[in-house]
């Protein structure tokens, strides 16, 4: 039974659940628009969080919240990555200059510094954060599906209802298990380790992420953080029990019998504890209703290849808060900010699918064998032609990684003609692929 709750009123705070990065974007935003906003968070930020490598297209988004400089002075900048596959020679991708606005370059991310400067920005302009446990109830008075329960309201000095709740909790999704609402699940159901180390080789050139196609299966990959360097496997769930019994023996066996990882292995010493993460492939089916909206991976999560997924929850952040709040909606004209949403959840679902088609090359073989047959062709031809087709595949999957052109319609029919079209001759994709 739910108890009686005090409706909304038109003046009362935003509540955003979940302290996070994808909240405190949100929460920065809310408060620079003048809107009163409170952040619950529960305190209990793992010591290790996957996303510790970022996409240029980030850049946009901290330099309008403020926080670039500092950013820049916690993190290493990243020029793009190179992808080692144990049959095939390195495959290197370079970030294009200033494509709509993104730039060259991004950042490897230590994530609790990095965290920390978004709060900190997000508590300068005015947003408020209360520690707590958020507790949610359905079935609320006042058209709204979603309330904070007594505790909550208390520990947040509340003597009513927030005028809208938005769900920054991450993979928790309180708004979305709270109403029951499911989640559709992608292909790949793999589990990921992963930990910090000191001593072993950092790729070269410098800041630059190394992504390995392990001969055992699934994939590994190299971050250069400024003192340490992150290393992490994401095999799939059989493959992972094979390789040990713990998430510490998991990672220490493939570091040790993978040649292409071993170099960044070898002399390496770990100094923290090996996190896991998995079921990365999740998106709810439904990312808002009347009084809440989530976002982040609270709403979905495409997964951990290309690094996609922090600038997802940035740009969720930042694309629903223009869509409403800052096109001056107010929650309470339901059927405006419901059509201002749906929109929002839209361009969220392009974003969604590009980045599925873009990742699925890699794990489909259909990259690596384009860039094969690619090297192929330049080696036996060596015209203007062979060379033009090699350097606008190049330009244009680099840009597509950066989150500059990931939508661009133009790109991503280039890139099923290519593949498709200017292969013949290659190895099989399936013998390429990420198994």
């Known amino acids: 039974m739910v108890r009686q709750i005090l409706p909304t009123q038109n003046n009362a705070p935003v509540l955003v659940i979940g302290g996070g990065p994808a909240g405190c974007t949100m929460a920065i935003l809310l408060a620079e628009s003048g809107r009163e906003c ?10 290790m969080i996957v996303g510790e490598s970022l996409i240029p297209a980030v850049v946009p988004i901290l330099k309008r919240l403020g926080v670039t400089d500092t950013i820049d002075k916690v993190c290493n900048r990243k020029p793009g990555v190179t992808f080692l596959h144990d049959e095939l020679e390195p495959v290197e991708f ?31 302009v005015g947003a408020r954060f209360v520690l707590q446990r958020a507790g949610l109830e ?10 904070l329960d007594e505790e909550t309201l208390v520990a947040a000095g509340l003597k009513e209802q927030p005028s809208f709740i938005i769900d920054a909790t991450g993979r928790v999704r309180i708004a979305a298990k709270t109403l029951g609402i499911e989640a559709s699940r992608g292909t790949r159901t793999d589990i990921s380790h992963f930990a910090h180390f000191t001593g072993g080789m950092r790729p070269d050139p410098a800041g630059t992420v190394v992504i390995i196609r392990l001969a055992g299966g699934g994939w590994a990959w190299v971050i ?46 770990c100094i923290s ?25 609270a709403y979905g ?35 405006r900010w419901s059509k201002a949403a749906d929109g929002h959840y839209r361009d969220m679902g392009r974003w969604f699918r590009s980045w599925e088609e873009l990742i699925s ?24 032609v062979s060379r033009f087709m090699e350097m606008q595949t190049s330009r244009r999957i680099s840009g597509m990684a950066s989150g500059a052109t990931t939508r661009s319609p133009i790109n991503r029919n280039f890139l099923r003609f290519v ?7 290659a190895r099989p994709a399936d013998e390429l692929k990420i198994r």
């Open 38 to 47: 409170i952040v619950i968070e529960d305190g209990n930020t793992p010591e």
């Open 94 to 124: 370079r970030f294009p200059i200033n494509r709509n606005g993104v730039p060259n370059f991004s950042w490897n991310a230590p994530r609790p510094s990095f965290d920390k400067v978004l709060r900190d920005r997000a508590v300068e």
């Open 138 to 147: 359905k079935g609320i008075v006042g058209g709204k599906e979603l309330a």
């Open 224 to 269: 250069p953080l400024p003192d340490r360097v992150s290393i992490g496997i994401v095999v799939g769930k059989e493959i992972a029990k094979s390789l040990g019994a713990t998430a510490e023996e998991r990672l220490a066996n493939v570091m040790a019998n993978e040649p292409l990882l071993q170099p960044y292995a070898s002399g390496a010493k």
């Open 273 to 297: 504890k090996t996190a896991t993460y998995s079921n990365y492939q999740l998106t709810s089916t439904r990312g808002h209703g009347a009084g809440w909206a989530s976002i982040g991976d």
């Open 301 to 335: 999560f495409v997964d951990p290849m290309l690094s996609s997924g922090l600038f997802m929850g940035l740009e969720s952040a930042r694309s629903l808060f223009d869509a409403t709040f800052g096109a001056g909606l107010s929650p309470d004209d339901a059927r």
């Open 361 to 384: 090359y890699f794990y489909n073989g259909d990259l690596f064998r384009l860039c094969l047959a690619g090297g192929e062709a330049t080696q036996k031809y060596n015209n203007p």
């Open 419 to 425: 593949i498709r079209n200017l292969t013949w001759g």
